[in-house]
Structure formats: structure tokens, C-alpha cells
């Protein structure tokens, strides 16, 4: 396996509108971004993942795009971003740009465009369909609720959007859209980006004949997910997009794949197949889903986090490569969602962040992640923005769910969860705005916040520091192979990583009761030094025998 810098990285993503406002309008932006950059250096990170920037109508907070090469107002100039860019590099980290291109905004020129007739050159850029008998071309829903077909009463036909309406999907089918595509990625990548997160991108590429998806009994839609996840030209895209836009570059590329199996993670990031450096996939995010999906409660079984995180562990072994992530904007904070974030908060946030860091992959932190930041509980549905919550609730209430049901879900599962302000320190607005904020503060940021953190060596934030540090001093860590360790154990989980005659043992009690590890006798060494621990360890204990207190964790280097 070849050695990388993108294998050896930390990436830390910043969610511009709620990280940093400079200048008090309650909107983070790119002067915020730049005033927290040594933060981001003192913290260890080598790679900063930046959310959608670019100019925007905002439906769906700046993943509807409507101009690919400027910057949206709210975030700053494109002189602000050239800084942000020079200001990065000049700490000797990189920045990586979100690429969302399954769709635009209904605004962007190309579907103003497209709308104003059947022949108009720019109608290929999108897909557009008649109507079937009265109806919709097909049953597909959006992923953001309803139908997944908007009627345009000028033309009379329907365009897709897998998203909202004002998201039109791109037609990569037409190879002029395509060009299009390359030519911006290049023109960013020409400024000195080091890289991209391509938004759903195994989504890109759509069966030409559309067929209908499977409604579940008495709903109306359908998911036609398995006909647009990885669709029948989705290798020749991204293959294609390689060769004429990325080849020339030393970056690197994530793609968010949704629905991505091991197998076909195997293909899109085997390094010979010229794709994407690595994927990001959902399936141990959809653990704690019911059987009617995400905001369909309940508990995750840790045997069942084991098995999923091992089976990917294992399959991108050899060739490719894993992305590894608990956290991002549209998944809500882990220490609420599998840690205990009041009385074990510290010590939770700092096992699930163990666990994580120490397998082979890159590991992502997402904003306030590494002070320990949690989910919000707002007490009206007027104080929430994302438009996934807000489509969900009107339909669960036309569904007659009650009104406290809907919002323990929100409160388990929202994605405004992890877009609350960054939270820097106890002052008003936890130092985030001298404004007002576009989303309330969590209102714990008096106890839970940066500048309390840094101070605190005892902290998450301090934690992250020293387990980022191990990254960049020990090789197994990053290249290390992985096996799993007491696989039936329904409280611990434990795994082993080797390489070059050493061996790393992990060792994470996930749940608050007092377990005890035991060795496997197929381990041997000859001497066992602690790395890091999120309890004091006596140094002279023997590791065959270990109480955990509980959430502990402890990684030992064996020799």
C-alpha cells in the first residue's frame, strides 16, 4: 500500500455559517474562518474540509449552488477567500472545497435558462420528463420528503430533484455539462485548493428510462434509490472526471456515497482504478435507524457497530481506503447520540474519539467535536432552520404523530444538532457573534466551550490534541492492519492493530457499567507502554486483566 499525505492526515470540517462571525451580522464567514486558524493549528489538524461557500440562494444552507466561481455574500468576498486560502497554506495546512454537483439551484444560469423552452441549448443540462397519466414521470420521492418531480407550467414537463425543488439534478448524461464540471473544478484547483468532498456524488449518474421504485403499503412515493446509487456510468464519470480534472494535481478527493457497499467502496477508491481516494459511507450511521428509517428511534447495539465498522475495516484492507467519522452537519453530535453527554460527557467523547482515531483511515473531526459539543433540545420547532426537519415534521403531523414524538426525534436525529454555533467561550452567544445568531446557541456553551477546554488539560479538546499527535509519530497507527478483539463482547470493544512486528491494543468500554477486559491469550509481547488514556492508568498494572471504569478507554503499545 502506498504512503500518501492524505492517508496521514487529520481533516477538521468547518461548517462557514456557524463557526465564526466577524463581523456581527449572526452568520459565520470566511474573516471567522481565518481569526480561528492557529486554533486549528494548535489543535493538530492538516487538512481543513470546508462546507459549501459559493454563492447561494440558501434553501438548503449553500448545497444549492447558483454560481460555481463566486462566493456567496453573507460568507465575504472572493478576496476574503484567496486570504483564507494563503492564511492555510502559510501554516502549512491544506483546504479542501465542497464539489456539489448532482444538482445546482434553481437559480444558477444554466436552469434559467433550461426553463425557457423545450429547445433552449441549456434543456440538457438538467432532466426533464412529460408527465405519465396526469401524474409524475415516476414515484421517486426526494430525499428531502414529497415528490421527487417538479411540474414547470411554461414548458409542461417535470424536472428531477432528488433534493429540494429549488435543486434541480444535472444531467450527466450530456457531455457539455460534464466539460462544464471539469472546467470548474480545474479553475479551483488552478487558485490552489487541495482537494475536494463531492457531495452524494455516486449519485450522479441516472438509468436513462427512469423506472418506478416500490412504495411501501399506502404511501404514495417511492425511493428510487437503487437506480440513481451508483448508477450504470458512474465509474466512467468519475474515471472521466480523473483523467481531464483531477490527474494533474497532487489532491485529495472523498466522495459521499450514500448506499456504497464494501465492494463497490473497493472499486471507487482502489488507487490502480483512478476514482476518489476514499468514500463516505452511512451504513454505521443507519444503526440506530427503526425500520422506517432515521427518525425512527432506537438503541444501537454495540455487536452490531463491531461487525459494521470491522466488515469495512477489513474489506479496504488491501486496496483503497476508509473514511472515518462519527460526526458531520447532517449527522447529529456522537457524545449525545452514543456517548452519555451529562455525566460522562468528558470521558464518552473522549472513548468514541479513541475508537475512531485509532483505526486505519483518515480520521474526520467535525466542528466543536474535539471540545465535546452536544445536542441541542429546542423547545419550539420555530427555533430549528434545516429543511429536512422542517418537511419532516409537516408530514409527520399530517400523519397524526403526536407532537412530543416528532420532537424526541428531532432532538435524537436533526442535522441542526451539529449546526448550532461553534462554541468558543462563555460569553454572550458563546463568543460566536456579537449579533444575532441565524440559529440559536446551545445553551450549555457556559460550561461546554473552547476557551474553557484549552485551559483545562484534563479536556476533550487536549485529548484530540494528543491522540492527532500519536497519528503523526506512529506509522501502525495510519497503516497498521486491523483485527477485531472479544467480537461477542456486548460492552467492549476492542481491536488490535500490527505492523512490523508491533502491535497496538485498543480497548474502549462504550457503555457506562464497570466491564472487565481480558487478554486474548493469542496476543504476546515482551513489554506494554501506555499511548493515552482518558482515565489516570497506575503504570505497573498488568493489561491480562483490566476493570474498566465506565466509558474508559486505553490504547497500549505492545512490543
Known amino acids: 500500500m502506498s504512503k500518501t499525505w492524505w492517508k496521514e492526515s487529520v481533516v477538521y470540517q468547518v461548517y462557514p455559517?456557524?463557526?465564526?462571525?466577524?463581523?456581527?451580522?449572526?452568520?459565520?464567514?470566511?474573516?471567522?474562518?481565518?481569526?480561528?486558524?492557529?486554533?486549528?493549528?494548535?489543535?493538530?489538524?492538516?487538512?481543513i474540509w470546508l462546507s459549501p461557500v459559493y454563492k447561494s440562494p440558501n434553501d438548503d444552507n449553500g448545497y444549492d449552488i447558483s454560481?460555481?466561481?463566486?462566493?456567496?455574500?453573507?460568507?465575504?468576498?472572493?478576496?476574503?477567500?484567496?486570504?483564507?486560502?494563503?492564511?492555510?497554506h502559510k501554516r502549512g495546512m491544506r483546504l479542501i472545497m465542497d464539489l456539489v454537483v448532482n444538482h445546482s439551484s434553481d437559480e444558477h444560469p444554466w436552469f434559467v435558462e433550461a426553463k425557457k423552452s423545450k429547445d433552449n441549448p441549456y434543456r440538457d443540462y438538467y432532466i426533464w420528463r412529460p408527465g405519465k397519466d396526469g401524474k409524475e414521470p415516476?414515484?421517486?420521492?426526494?430525499?428531502?420528503?414529497g415528490s421527487a418531480w417538479q411540474y414547470d407550467e411554461a414548458t409542461g414537463e417535470y424536472y428531477l430533484h432528488l433534493f429540494s425543488k429549488k435543486q434541480p439534478d444535472l444531467n450527466w448524461a450530456?457531455?457539455?455539462?460534464?466539460?462544464?464540471?471539469?472546467?470548474?473544478?480545474?479553475?479551483?484547483?488552478?487558485?490552489?485548493?487541495?482537494?475536494?468532498?463531492?457531495?452524494?456524488?455516486?449519485?450522479?449518474?441516472?438509468?436513462?428510462?427512469?423506472?418506478?421504485?416500490?412504495p411501501k403499503p399506502g404511501k404514495k412515493y417511492a425511493s428510487g434509490s437503487k437506480y440513481y446509487r451508483n448508477g450504470p456510468h458512474i465509474h466512467d464519470y468519475l474515471q472521466e472526471m480523473n483523467r481531464e480534472a483531477l490527474s494533474s494535481y497532487d489532491v485529495m478527493t472523498v466522495g459521499e456515497m450514500p448506499g456504497v457497499t464494501p465492494e463497490l467502496a473497493r472499486l471507487y477508491t482502489d488507487e490502480d482504478r483512478k476514482e476518489v481516494n476514499m468514500v463516505f459511507q452511512f451504513e454505521h450511521m443507519g444503526l440506530d435507524n427503526g425500520p422506517n428509517g432515521k427518525w425512527d428511534l432506537k438503541p444501537l447495539n454495540l455487536l452490531d457497530l463491531k461487525q459494521n465498522l470491522t466488515k469495512w475495516q477489513k474489506a479496504l484492507e488491501e486496496k483503497g481506503w476508509n473514511s472515518l467519522y462519527f460526526n458531520n452537519h447532517d449527522q447529529p453530535r456522537s457524545v449525545s447520540r452514543f456517548g452519555n453527554d451529562k455525566e460522562y460527557?468528558?470521558?464518552s467523547a473522549k472513548m468514541l474519539a479513541t475508537l475512531l482515531h485509532m483505526m486505519k483511515g483518515t480520521p474526520y473531526v467535525y466542528q466543536g467535536e474535539e471540545i465535546g459539543m452536544t445536542n441541542v433540545r429546542f423547545e419550539s420547532i420555530d427555533d430549528y432552520r434545516d429543511i429536512e426537519i422542517m418537511n419532516m415534521y409537516q408530514e409527520q403531523k399530517e400523519d397524526g404523530i403526536p407532537e412530543e414524538q416528532i420532537m424526541e426525534s428531532i432532538y435524537a436525529k436533526g442535522r441542526d444538532n451539529s449546526r448550532t454555533?461553534?462554541?468558543?467561550?462563555?460569553?454572550?452567544?458563546?463568543?460566536?457573534t456579537t449579533g444575532t445568531p441565524w440559529i440559536k446557541v446551545n445553551p450549555n456553551y457556559h460550561e461546554v466551550n473552547a476557551e474553557q477546554a484549552m485551559a483545562d488539560p484534563d479536556s476533550v479538546y487536549?485529548?484530540?490534541?494528543?491522540?492527532?499527535?500519536?497519528?503523526?509519530?506512529?506509522?501502525?497507527?495510519?497503516?497498521g492492519d486491523y483485527e477485531l478483539l472479544l467480537e461477542d463482547h456486548p460492552e467492549i470493544f476492542a481491536y488490535k492493530r500490527t505492523l512490523d512486528g508491533q502491535t497496538l491494543l485498543v480497548v474502549c468500554n462504550f457503555f457506562?457499567?464497570?466491564?472487565?477486559f481480558g487478554l486474548p491469550d493469542t496476543i504476546e509481547y515482551n513489554s506494554a507502554q501506555l499511548l493515552i488514556s482518558n482515565y489516570a492508568v497506575d503504570e505497573t498494572e498488568t493489561i491480562h486483566t483490566i476493570k474498566l471504569k465506565p466509558y474508559e478507554t486505553r490504547v497500549y503499545l505492545l512490543k
Request: hydrophobic fraction near 35%; charge should be negative; aromatic fraction near 12%.
Open 462 to 479: 487536549h485529548y484530540y490534541r494528543k491522540l492527532i499527535q500519536l497519528r503523526k509519530e506512529q506509522d501502525i497507527i495510519v497503516y
Open 67 to 88: 454560481d460555481y466561481q463566486n462566493i456567496m455574500d453573507e460568507f465575504g468576498t472572493m478576496a476574503d477567500w484567496e486570504d483564507l486560502l494563503s492564511e492555510v
Open 345 to 347: 460527557r468528558v470521558e
Open 17 to 47: 455559517r456557524s463557526f465564526m462571525d466577524s463581523n456581527g451580522d449572526g452568520i459565520g464567514d470566511l474573516r471567522g474562518i481565518i481569526s480561528k486558524l492557529d486554533y486549528l493549528k494548535k489543535l493538530g489538524i492538516d487538512v
Open 421 to 432: 454555533p461553534m462554541q468558543w467561550n462563555a460569553s454572550p452567544n458563546a463568543g460566536f
Open 174 to 214: 450530456n457531455p457539455k455539462l460534464r466539460k462544464e464540471v471539469y472546467d470548474m473544478m480545474k479553475w479551483w484547483l488552478d487558485k490552489g485548493i487541495d482537494g475536494f468532498r463531492m457531495d452524494v456524488i455516486n449519485f450522479i449518474s441516472k438509468p436513462e428510462e427512469l423506472p418506478d421504485g416500490e
Open 512 to 516: 457506562g457499567k464497570k466491564p472487565v
Open 138 to 145: 415516476n414515484n421517486w420521492y426526494s430525499n428531502f420528503g
